[in-house]
């Protein structure tokens, strides 16, 4: 059986099939003269009939990119009970009420489903995504069946169908052209180029391994920019190249460097908690002989470890960041992409329309010495405003010169006499005109090999020389140095008409006299060095991904201060295994001739080298690696499925405006660590300082209620964690995720938390004779942990020393000072009976605020030495 034999037997196989299998395919199609593919797909010139298209719709499929299925919002929804944390906070709920403790029932039920609704949202994104797609295929196609020319539904078509092209059509299909004329297609949305690229029904020239580069494919997805054309279908629905986009949309997203520190953690006290509790149960029950006393005592410290304040502190952080963020032209659809924005210290970004302005224009227009000559933008502007027909972007972009036209007075001064049209071979096109002297001239405009084969002479400075004799006498070769600079250059020849006529054919095109060059270029933006360094301030590497050429991005990449030694293009991707590619993307910067797959396979090579990535895109072919990214970042002016598959959305596209958003994702990262630093210290030091007491102590260190008031009280002075100020060293610096640092800081403050403890026990049992006396033990405990644990948020919150070199916010501050007057008053109120509290003696006050002193001073002196070993907290 031949290639295509095989081929066409493996597509009726509607499983995903390997990108690279899918690009060797479309480059067998490529290779194949278009009688054998006529044969091998069992059609012809006029088309499937009626009856085999239908039969073959059957057997492949519907020409639909996306055929997930689609789970139910509420299977979704329950889906997200199965966190660890909102399982272990579900579980304490369930034995709060059982036991009849409702306030804190309804308080960890509100955490859980605060949690549930935010991941609830962002997993409904995934199938909205995949749904984008297909809406984006839902057009009309001009097929030939039967010989008959019918208007039908895109989706409807088959392999083996004949359809019709014409400017402005979308590409139906992935197709294999039969025969075309002026054929120009836009393939921006697939491969990040802004020019469209010229497509012609050749076989004997594809030597390319990269179909999108074939010139006679076009892929579902692009559009027609100009020309027209007949071509065959070879490949529809999710085998296309967009299906295999649509396909990656379709499938869960990947899980998110802040969600896998979130779950890290959650597990990490959830080990506590399986250690703490059970053992706290046993040692009250053997030691004291009170077995259910004991029981609801190890409840109430399971609730107290629990942090069950942590999906709440996140959920507000996010909020208030996310209305921050629109205020600075930034919007956020993903949340959890806040934090990330904080942690990334590698972006991706395409270089059209981020690095440069997304448009064409005429930068240069040079003789052949490389000196500018306004006499070549006057007579580019003569050709290209009498050229006929959809003009494409080179001529828009010398159309825009409209002084020129003002001054030649174009309109009254100039005749058009006739046109010779721009076709494939020639690559070039003329017009003929006769100006205000009544002077005749042929004006040549096209491909810079073509139009020099056609020229004798060459005009330089107001001299004409023979073209021998200019390339000897100037040996200048101005058009591969612009080609080397990354510019589309376009010669320009004239020749005057002596003998006048009506009709002109390409033999006229001879003699040509060059007068120069026209280079076109997408220029860079004038922020785009500005923003680049602003980001490497603040720890960000900006690398760059894109489809367009390796001349053009190391021209672009120079001009805005990015450094290139080497480029890695998508040729050198694609041979690479997983763990080769995972070492190369740490040595290159700057990747050109990307496919879809190979933007999406470098972001995860990174991700996988420990680095929190941001991916910033905006076209079709960007999708799978915005999704893949921790952070995906697109434009308003994106396509639909590029905004869907992001996390943010900027609405000015600038790299400055990035700068804004990654300091407040720091800020945000920075508010709920001091959270998570702050509750697992003191949980820690909490699990020895409860383990010892229930060991000799001979009455419960703190009654099952007081636990639950501490922890309420403690939770309530932390609300206010997400208004605090967070100092502008700590966001110089790209913030992860660091579990190992996390369990280092709490072996570090822990202690000292506990140590404290102990040195209350003391106090109380030998200051206080509180041995026979309970309530007094438990009161001025109380007292002393929430004082303490509250209070000590002001040295966390911050690597300087507090209250001196660096302030909380005033909500912070007012939070903890008024929790720990509740704290205070409790003993000596009208509650304090049923609660189970004493009035405290005037000395303990007195000791208390020495205490408190001495554990300020002993735990910043404690993070400093952890800052100075291990660099940060």
């Not at 699990?687 to 260190?701: D, H, K, N, R, Y």
């Not at 002193?853 to 910043?860: A, D, E, G, K, P």
């Amino acid at each position: 059986m031949n290639p295509l034999k095989r081929l066409f037997a493996h597509t009726a196989d509607k499983a995903h099939t390997a990108d690279k299998e899918r690009d060797e395919k479309m480059l067998v199609w490529a290779r194949t003269d278009i009688k054998t593919c006529f044969r091998e797909l069992k059609t012809s010139a006029k088309g499937l009939a009626p009856l085999d298209a239908r039969r073959r719709l059957f057997k492949f499929g519907h020409n639909e990119v996306a055929h997930e299925h689609h789970k139910h919002w509420l299977v979704i929804f329950l889906k997200n009970f199965r966190d660890p944390l909102n399982v272990l906070l579900l579980v304490l709920a369930g034995i709060s009420f059982f036991t009849g403790d409702l306030k804190s029932t309804i308080i960890i039920s509100v955490m859980v489903v605060l949690s549930v609704i935010l991941r609830f949202s962002q997993e409904l994104r995934a199938d909205t995504a995949a749904q984008k797609l297909n809406k984006l295929v839902r057009t009309t196609a001009r097929v030939v069946r039967h010989g008959k020319i019918h208007d039908i539904s895109i989706h409807l078509l088959a392999p083996g169908d004949i359809v019709q092209l014409s400017a402005g059509d979308m590409i139906p299909a992935d197709l294999r052209l039969i025969e075309s004329k002026d054929l120009f297609v836009s393939q921006a949305a697939l491969t990040g180029e802004s020019l469209p690229v010229e497509k012609h029904a050749v076989t004997d020239e594809i030597k390319t391994e990269t179909p999108l580069e074939a010139e006679n494919l076009c892929f579902l997805g692009t559009n027609v920019e100009s020309g027209t054309a007949t071509a065959l279908v070879v490949v529809t629905g999710t085998q296309t190249y967009l299906g295999g986009i649509a396909q990656s949309l379709g499938s869960a997203e990947p899980e998110s460097s802040f969600d896998q520190g979130i779950k890290k953690f959650t597990w990490l006290i959830m080990k506590f908690i399986l250690v703490m509790v059970p053992a706290v149960f046993l040692l009250n029950g053997f030691f004291k002989g009170i077995w259910l006393e004991a029981f609801f005592f190890a409840i109430a410290v399971a609730i107290g470890l629990a942090p069950e304040m942590l999906p709440m502190i996140v959920a507000v952080n996010l909020s208030k960041g996310a209305l921050d963020m629109a205020r600075k032209k930034v919007i956020v659809k993903h949340l959890n992409a806040i934090q990330n924005f904080g942690a990334m210290d590698i972006l991706c970004t395409d270089k059209t329309g981020t690095l440069t302005e997304g448009r064409v224009i005429l930068e240069k227009y040079l003789d052949f010495t490389g000196q500018e000559d306004l006499k070549i933008l006057d007579y580019a502007y003569i050709n290209s405003y009498f050229q006929t027909g959809l003009k494409n972007l080179l001529d828009v972009a010398v159309l825009k010169h409209r002084e020129v036209g003002s001054e030649l007075k174009i309109k009254n001064a100039y005749k058009k006499i006739d046109e010779i049209p721009f076709d494939f071979e020639r690559r070039r096109m003329s017009v003929v005109t006769e100006g205000p002297d009544g002077q005749g001239m042929i004006i040549c405009k096209g491909a810079v090999e073509e139009v020099l084969k056609q020229c004798r002479h060459v005009s330089v400075d107001g001299q004409t020389f023979l073209m021998a004799e200019a390339r000897h006498r100037f040996k200048e070769n101005i058009e591969d140095e612009l080609n080397a600079e990354g510019f589309r250059v376009v010669a320009v020849a004239y020749k005057k008409i002596t003998d006048k006529k009506h009709r002109y054919t390409v033999a006229d095109e001879s003699d040509l006299t060059l007068l120069g060059f026209l280079a076109f270029f997408d220029p860079p933006k004038a922020t785009a060095e500005k923003s680049i360094n602003l980001l490497r301030e603040y720890g960000i590497e900006v690398k760059i991904l894109t489809g367009d050429n390796e001349l053009v991005t190391r021209h672009i990449c120079g001009q805005v201060g990015l450094p290139v030694k080497n480029i890695l293009l998508g040729s050198g991707v694609e041979k690479m295994s997983d763990q080769e590619l995972a070492e190369a993307v740490e040595k290159f910067q700057v990747f050109a001739k990307l496919t879809p797959n190979d933007k999406e396979r470098i972001v995860k090579s990174l991700m996988a080298n420990k680095h929190a990535v941001g991916f910033l895109g905006d076209g079709i072919n960007d999708a799978p690696a915005l999704r893949a990214a921790d952070v995906g970042i697109s434009v308003n002016s994106a396509t639909d499925i590029a905004k869907e598959s992001s996390d943010i959305i900027l609405l000015e596209r600038s790299l400055l405006v990035l700068h804004d958003g990654v300091k407040d994702g720091r800020k945000i990262f920075g508010n709920v660590v001091k959270y998570i630093q702050m509750a697992a210290s003191s949980n820690f030091g909490n699990m020895f300082s409860v383990l010892g007491a229930s060991i000799f102590l001979p009455f419960l260190p703190m009654l099952p209620l007081q636990i639950l008031i501490n922890n309420l009280l403690y939770d309530v002075s932390q609300t206010a964690i997400p208004t605090d100020n967070v100092d502008e060293e700590y966001l110089k610096k790209p913030r992860q995720w660091d579990v190992a640092n996390i369990k280092r800081f709490i072996l570090h403050i822990g202690p000292i938390s506990s140590l404290f403890d102990y040195a209350s026990y003391f106090v109380m049992l030998f200051v206080f004779n509180a041995w026979l006396n309970p309530a007094l033990f438990q009161t001025g405990w109380f007292v002393e942990s929430l004082v303490s644990q509250t209070l000590i948020i002001h040295i966390i919150r911050t690597n300087k020393i507090p209250f001196i070199q660096s302030r909380a916010s005033w909500p912070l501050i007012f939070s903890t000072l008024g929790v720990i007057a509740i704290g205070a008053y409790l003993p000596f109120s009208p509650l304090a009976g049923s609660l189970g509290f004493v009035p405290l003696p005037p000395l303990y006050w007195l000791i208390l605020f020495v205490m408190i002193i001495i554990y300020f001073v002993l735990t910043q002196m404690m993070k400093q030495f952890f800052i100075r070993r291990y660099g940060d907290k």
